[in-house]
């Protein structure tokens, strides 16, 4: 299934302030207008009526959930709603074009139950995916809300950042899975990845940086070593050090070359080779509770 889905996983905290306005470079599209959210929300109403879901709008999303009414409509307007504010300010001028449906399954029975009866899906992860052939976030809320910040970058990048690669992409997304806030702006903080990490860095199974940059989708989801943590801690390291919405914005710009590695050593100011063992040593010191 990793043809189309995106898989995802994580906990949650956060607060709500304001986000800072950041500039960065958009794709010209138009978002879902209000009666089209309108209107998919009715016509899911009537489709999945007396079946226990509620069914919010939270433009530019229709969130479903299978848990009480109260509980959904908070993950909509509190969590979902703080994501999108902060994810939009930091990264992503343009909105997805097209309405993305969000079902959020209260455990992960009920989850790989409505995949298969609503999707005819199989899911190879516990926690959620996204699908762009359905348009549609599917995910166990149950572990946390980490899992639904995740998920929301995929179709932000798709709609922004079409052009990249895997290793960027669920870099970004599993950046969130433990989110906070910070003066305005959203961060990552240390999560349950890490200690793989480490072990992969002091066994010297952890390929060379440039592997991670030159992977397709397939050799990245696929991996023999731990591919998401190596993206998410290269991505961390840009942000603890103020980099990472730099780092972006100039990956995003240029069509040249479709690894990041120019942008990455142009941001850094040094070459991945002096780069990478520094890297190293400071994952292998990062502290966290491994949430």
């Known amino acids: 299934m990793r043809n189309r889905l995106v898989a995802l996983t994580g906990l949650v905290c956060f607060a709500h ?51 009480a009414a109260a509980t959904v409509k908070h993950h909509a307007s509190g969590i979902l709603h703080w994501s999108i504010q902060l994810l939009e300010a930091e990264y992503f001028k343009a909105r997805p074009s097209k309405l993305i449906e969000i079902w959020l399954f209260k455990n992960e029975k009920t989850y790989r139950k409505g995949a298969r009866k609503f999707f005819g899906d199989e899911p190879d992860t516990p926690y959620g995916y996204y699908s762009s052939d359905h348009d549609a976030m599917v995910m166990n809320i149950g572990p946390g809300a980490g899992t639904l910040v995740h998920e929301v970058v995929h179709p932000y990048v798709e709609a922004n950042f079409p052009e990249a690669p895997a290793w960027f992409n669920e870099g970004l997304a599993s950046m969130y899975e433990r989110p906070s806030e910070k003066k305005g702006h959203i961060v ?24 991670l940059l030159g992977t397709t989708r397939d050799e990245f989801y696929n991996a023999p070593f731990d591919a998401y943590a190596f993206a998410r801690y290269l991505l961390l390291y840009l942000q603890e050090q103020g980099k990472l919405t730099e780092f972006y914005a100039k990956f995003a710009a240029d069509k040249t070359d479709p690894t990041g590695q120019a942008a990455l050593e142009a941001v850094l100011g040094e070459k991945l080779d002096t780069f990478e063992p520094k890297w190293r040593k400071w994952a292998v010191a990062l502290k966290g509770d491994n949430r």
């Open 17 to 67: 302030l304001a986000p800072l306005a950041i500039g960065h470079v958009p794709l010209a599209a138009a978002e879902p207008s209000a009666d089209e959210l309108k209107d998919r929300r009715a016509a899911l109403e009537a489709r999945l009526g007396g079946q226990g879901f509620t069914i919010v709008v939270e433009p530019p999303f229709v969130v479903i959930g299978d848990e």
């Open 188 to 211: 990552g903080l240390p999560n349950w990845r890490l200690p793989n990490l480490k072990v992969q860095i002091k066994d010297a199974t952890l390929p060379a940086m440039t592997r």
